[in-house]
Structures are given as structure tokens and as C-alpha cells.
């Protein structure tokens, strides 16, 4: 077998690095309460869309806040350690 | 799947949606976010380890959602939705056939000769089972391959946004190719592997809107059915029943082509050895994780016809007017290909929308920065190294690895352009991917298995199972009537002939490859440790509590694809 293959070590030293959960949690929080405003706002005057009455927008928002909310308390970088 | 999508590129009309200021607020939030996380990334990747493998430290979750995520490209979402508009749930053996098994397979036995053999790439492994020359035939071709389906997406991806949302091609070529490299550049394959889990979580909830509405709207799955056998003549909602013969499904093929061709040759090259999706479970922390990514992936696989096939079929049922073929669209006339689109539109108000148009550009980013990426590990490792500077330090090959992700998002804008004056390019694109990916299959799971196989053995059948290929689908293009050998009906479709000519090219480089080992020296015991089962000690799951052996979670993936097959058979 061609050791150079095998020269470049393994690291594990990256344990400090936020976790792409927290990432994840941060971009769906600020959708949930852009997509929730956006739509409590048009709340009388939806768009014209199929099954405008169900309101989606904001049944939306409300799951990616707290889909959003969730992760981003769990791995908030303070609450890791 | 990408490798049998079929042509996806829309007219360049009118645009479909005007986006609102939230919209676009979401969709600069997310240019802002990857571009972030590749800036934040950057001081983490400073050995080729990490640039290449991650560091070799993704967990089983991180590895295996960006592992089905790479392969979650725009192309995929839409092109699968119109195939869905158009074949019906056929469309979905795509899914479930061949994504299930196969990654399983991966999972369980290919997985460990990989992660065992510590290469970095699936040539890299051929370089240590076979030799030189079989390395270097499968690394060019892949570097070829990967810059060609890169700009065709690049291109694909401008096209779509041009129609959907009239953006000037050009701007979207370059912010979008410019970002990718930008973040891939940075921090690498954790960077790509970072945004791909994002962007898996995009691509679904900005989708999901569709098929909750959908069904809602169409009163339910059995309202759909209905709806369909109402508007449409033939079986468009069972995936076996229709397959008994070429002449009686939309698709033009038998059952036998999308057991063997589809589920049994062009899944498993796909999957299994195409480095761009392999390259995501190699960079897991340990065996037990590298083999788990692709048991994950193959659960949401199992779920994304909910996102892809589910719109193709509502559209049928509730759209007002008939999608058509590409080549009849006119004024006030849509394609097959602008379905998901429509349907976002459909759903979808301010906001949501830009939520939906989001998911299509993270899915055509993630594909994009998944070929740059693997194109970077390929280059630097399997061409640069060996064949141009064995001694560089290993900062020159991070150093390298980070100009060949430029040099890569080069040739594929490169290549996007040249689509745009030669459109026949797509048509050809397809057909070029299953040339490599079916013997490829054929050479690796040989050599994994088999301890026999030699080097010469290896390389000539790789080879001649690709140029037969080549030559399958030549002669098909020269004498037409030829269709009938190749796919073993004049009824067949386009479709079925890719499967067939799958089968042929792997059967052809298996006897090849047994041929020519069966009077060539194979490589002694020793050389092959790690490498081939019969000289590999593979570590055992079985001091694992039952939940955590991916042979447990493949099981259950088994069970729910057989409960699936049942209920729409």
C-alpha cells in the first residue's frame, strides 16, 4: 500500500467549533419571524393564492421559530460548555 | 437521482413569480449565511485533511444528511417533478429502488474497505486495490465528468431562475458560482458539508408547503387518484402494476430494466462509487459512522418523493391547464419542467415563497459546491499529486486543493456558457455520466470482493466496459432501429435504454475483468490488506446495543421500502 496515502494525521481538535445545528437554528429563527410578520401583516389581505384562508405563512413561521428557537438555544456556543 | 434526470431546461420566457421584499430578505439572509459559515470555517481548515476529508470528524447525522443533500441538487427537485407530471408514480422507483438498497449495501459492506483503506477518494482506492493506470483512467474521467455536470447545472440553475423570476442569466451564473467558490474555497469540505446540511434543511421546508396543500386541496390521496383517472387516460399512480410490459406505462420500460438496470447496476455505480456522495460518509469519525451516513441518507431518500414526486401528481390533478413538452411550449403554454415552480406559486404567498425559491437555489448551491468539492479532492489527490509533484508539503496541497476549487467553478461557468450556444450538450450529458458509473460499479465491487482480481484485470475492464457504452449508445444514435438490441424492445424509451445499456456495460466489465485476471498475477496477500474482504479483519458491531448497529437501521429501511412497494404496487 502507498504509505504517503497515509501520512496526513487524523485531527480531532476541532471541538470548539460551533456546531452546524447552530447555524441551522439562527437562519430558520430569523425566517420564522420575517415569514410570521409577512403574513400576520397581510392577515386581512392575503395573497392571492389557492387556500389563502388556511394561512399558511403564518402556520409556517410559527414552526420555523420554533424549529429555529430550539436549536439555537441547544447549541448556543455558552450553553455547549 | 441526477444521473438518469431527464432534460431539464425551461424557454426562456415570461417570468412565473414576482418576489416581494421579504422574499428577497430570505433570500439574501441565506447568500449571508453560507458565505458566513465559509468565513467562519476557514481557520479550521488549515491540513488537506481538513480541507479534503472534514478532518475526518463529521458525525453520522452530519455525514449522512449531506450525503443525500449533495445529491439533492434543483435539477433533481425539478426535473423529478415534471418526470412525476409526466410518467406518474413511476417516477418514484427513482427513489425507492434505487436509492435504498444500494446505500445500504454501501453502508454495510463497501464502506469499510474505504474507510479502512484511509484513501481519500474512490480513485484513490483503485490506485491501492488495482494500480496506476486504472486510478488514472477513473480520476480523469471523473475531474471530466464532474466540471461537465457542474456548469450544466450552473446553467440549468440560471435558466430556471430567468424563467421564474426574470433574472438575467449572467447574474445568476456568476453570484451563484461565485458564492460556492467563495465558501468552498474557505473552509473546504466542511464548508460544503456545513451548507449542505443547511441546505437540506431549506430545500424540505421550503418545499413541504405543496404537498400539505396539495393533498388538502385535492381532498386527500384518494381524492388525488381520483382526480387523475378523471383528467388522464393510463396508471399513473401505481409503481409495478403498469411494468409488465414496454408498451403499457409512459415510461416505455419493463419491469426488468428497473430491477436490474436501474435498482441493480445504475443505482449501486451511482451510490456506491461515485466519489461526489462517498466523499460525505468518508469524512465521518469513526467506521461505525461512516457506515451509518448512507443508512440515514437512505431513510430521508425513501421520504423525498413527498417533496418531488407529490407536486408532479398534484399538478396533474389540480392544475387548471395541461403542462406540455418543452418542445410545444408557446405563449401562455407551460413545460413539464416548470411544475414545481407553478406550484410554489400556487401555494405560496409573500414570504413562503421566498422560502421555496430559497430551497431551489440552496438545492442548485449544494449540488454545485458537491461536484466542486469532490473535483478539488480528485484533482489534488489523484492527478496533481501523483503525476505533476509527489513531494509537496501538506500546505501546498491545501494550497492547491483551494486553487483547483477556483480553477473547477471556472470550467463550469466555462462549460455553462458553452451550454448556452450548444443546448444539444444536455442531451448528451446524461448518457456521458452512465458511461462511467456503471463499470466503475463492475471494477470497485470486484475489487472489494474478490481477492483474484489484478491489476490488468481491473484496468481493462473498466475500460472496455466504458468504451462499450460509448459504443452501445453510438450505434443507437447511427441506426435508431438498433434500439431493439440494446434495450431488447422497439418500444423502449429513452429511459429504459440507459438502464439497459447500464446492465450490458457492467456485465461486459465483470467477464472482462474476471477474463483477463483469470491468466494475470494477482497482487500477493499483503498488498491487499485493507483493501479486499478475504485479507481484511472488518471490525465487529456486535458489542452495539441492537439500536446502534447500522445493521439494525437497514433492516428497518428494508421493512418501510416492502410496506411501500405493498401500498403502491
Redesign the interface.
Not at chain 1, 8 to 14: A, S, T
Not at chain 1, 49 to 52: G, I, K
Given at each position: 500500500?502507498?504509505e504517503?496515502?497515509?501520512e496526513?494525521?487524523?485531527?480531532?481538535?476541532?471541538h470548539r467549533?460551533?456546531p452546524?445545528w447552530f447555524?441551522?437554528g439562527?437562519?430558520?429563527l430569523?425566517?420564522g419571524v420575517?415569514?410570521l410578520?409577512?403574513?400576520l401583516r397581510?392577515f386581512h389581505q392575503?395573497?392571492t393564492?389557492?387556500?389563502?384562508n388556511?394561512h399558511?405563512?403564518i402556520w409556517?413561521?410559527i414552526v420555523?421559530i420554533l424549529l429555529g428557537g430550539l436549536y439555537t438555544l441547544k447549541f448556543w456556543p455558552r450553553r455547549r460548555h | 437521482m441526477s444521473f438518469v434526470l431527464p432534460a431539464l431546461w425551461l424557454s426562456e420566457g415570461g417570468r412565473l413569480i414576482s418576489l416581494t421584499v421579504p422574499d428577497l430578505s430570505i433570500i439574501v439572509l441565506y447568500f449571508a449565511m453560507v458565505l458566513g459559515i465559509g468565513l467562519y470555517l476557514r481557520k479550521f481548515s488549515s491540513t488537506s485533511d481538513d480541507f479534503f476529508m472534514a478532518g475526518r470528524d463529521m458525525t453520522a447525522w452530519v455525514a449522512g444528511l449531506s450525503f443525500l443533500s449533495a445529491n439533492l441538487g434543483a435539477l433533481e427537485l425539478m426535473g423529478w417533478a415534471a418526470a412525476a407530471y409526466q410518467y406518474g408514480i413511476l417516477a418514484t422507483h427513482f427513489y425507492w429502488i434505487a436509492a435504498f438498497p444500494s446505500m445500504v449495501f454501501l453502508g454495510l459492506v463497501m464502506m469499510p474497505f474505504y474507510y479502512i483503506s484511509k484513501t481519500h477518494s474512490v480513485p484513490g482506492y483503485l490506485q491501492l486495490r488495482y494500480g496506476e493506470s486504472t486510478r488514472a483512467l477513473s480520476g480523469i474521467s471523473f475531474a471530466f465528468m464532474t466540471v461537465l455536470m457542474s456548469g450544466i447545472n450552473m446553467y440549468a440553475m440560471a435558466l430556471v431562475m430567468k424563467v421564474v423570476l426574470g433574472w438575467n442569466i449572467h447574474f445568476s451564473i456568476w453570484v451563484s458560482s461565485l458564492t460556492v467558490a467563495a465558501y468552498v474555497t474557505l473552509g473546504g469540505l466542511y464548508s460544503a458539508i456545513f451548507n449542505e446540511v443547511l441546505q437540506f434543511f431549506l430545500i424540505w421546508l421550503g418545499a413541504l408547503t405543496i404537498p400539505i396543500l396539495g393533498l388538502i386541496e385535492a381532498g386527500g390521496w384518494n381524492g388525488l387518484v381520483a382526480r387523475i383517472h378523471e383528467r388522464v387516460q393510463g396508471d399513473y399512480t401505481h409503481l409495478w402494476g403498469p411494468l409488465g410490459s414496454f408498451s403499457s406505462n409512459p415510461m416505455g420500460v419493463h419491469w426488468t430494466g428497473i430491477l436490474f438496470g436501474l435498482g441493480g447496476v445504475i443505482a449501486f455505480g451511482y451510490w456506491t462509487t461515485d466519489f461526489l456522495v462517498v466523499q460525505r460518509a468518508m469524512a465521518a469519525q469513526d467506521l461505525r459512522s461512516a457506515k451509518m451516513a448512507p443508512i440515514i441518507a437512505s431513510y430521508f431518500k425513501m421520504i423525498v418523493p413527498l417533496i418531488v414526486i407529490l407536486p408532479g401528481l398534484l399538478a396533474l390533478a389540480v392544475l387548471p391547464f395541461n403542462l406540455v413538452p418543452e418542445s410545444a411550449v408557446g405563449p401562455g403554454l407551460h413545460s413539464y419542467n416548470e411544475v414545481l415552480p407553478l406550484m410554489l406559486a400556487r401555494y405560496c404567498g409573500p414570504g413562503l415563497l421566498g422560502l421555496g425559491v430559497t430551497a431551489l437555489i440552496a438545492g442548485f448551491m449544494s449540488g454545485m459546491a458537491g461536484n466542486v468539492s469532490a473535483f478539488a479532492t480528485v484533482w489534488t489527490y489523484d492527478i496533481y499529486r501523483p503525476y505533476m509533484n509527489r513531494r509537496g508539503t501538506d500546505k501546498h496541497y491545501v494550497r492547491v486543493g483551494r486553487w483547483s476549487t477556483i480553477v473547477g467553478v471556472i470550467a463550469s461557468i466555462g462549460t455553462a456558457y458553452l451550454v448556452t450556444h450548444f443546448k444539444s450538450i444536455m442531451d448528451y450529458m446524461q448518457a456521458l455520466v452512465s458511461f462511467f458509473i456503471a463499470p466503475l460499479f463492475g471494477t470497485v465491487i470486484l475489487g472489494m470482493l474478490w481477492k483474484r482480481g489484478t491489476a490488468k484485470g481491473g484496468f481493462w475492464g473498466l475500460l472496455t466496459g466504458t468504451l462499450a457504452s460509448i459504443g452501445m449508445y453510438t450505434a443507437v444514435v447511427i441506426h435508431p432501429a438498433w434500439l431493439r438490441y440494446v434495450a431488447l424492445s422497439t418500444d423502449a424509451k429513452p429511459m429504459a435504454e440507459n438502464l439497459y445499456r447500464a446492465l450490458w456495460s457492467w456485465l461486459i466489465c465483470v467477464f472482462v475483468t474476471v477474463g483477463v485476471s483469470m491468466f494475470t498475477t494477482p497482487k500477493p496477500a499483503e498488498e491487499l490488506q485493507g483493501l479486499v474482504r478475504a485479507y481484511t479483519i472488518i471490525p465487529s458491531d456486535g458489542d452495539l446495543p441492537l439500536h446502534k448497529r447500522p445493521i439494525f437501521w437497514g433492516v428497518g429501511v428494508a421493512v418501510l421500502f416492502a410496506v411501500l412497494q405493498i401500498i403502491f404496487w
Open positions: 500500500m502507498d504517503s496515502l497515509k496526513i494525521p487524523v485531527q480531532h481538535r476541532h467549533m460551533l452546524v447555524f441551522i439562527v437562519l430558520l430569523i425566517y420575517i415569514i410578520l409577512t403574513s397581510n392575503p395573497a393564492v389557492v387556500l389563502a388556511f399558511a405563512g409556517a413561521g420555523l | -
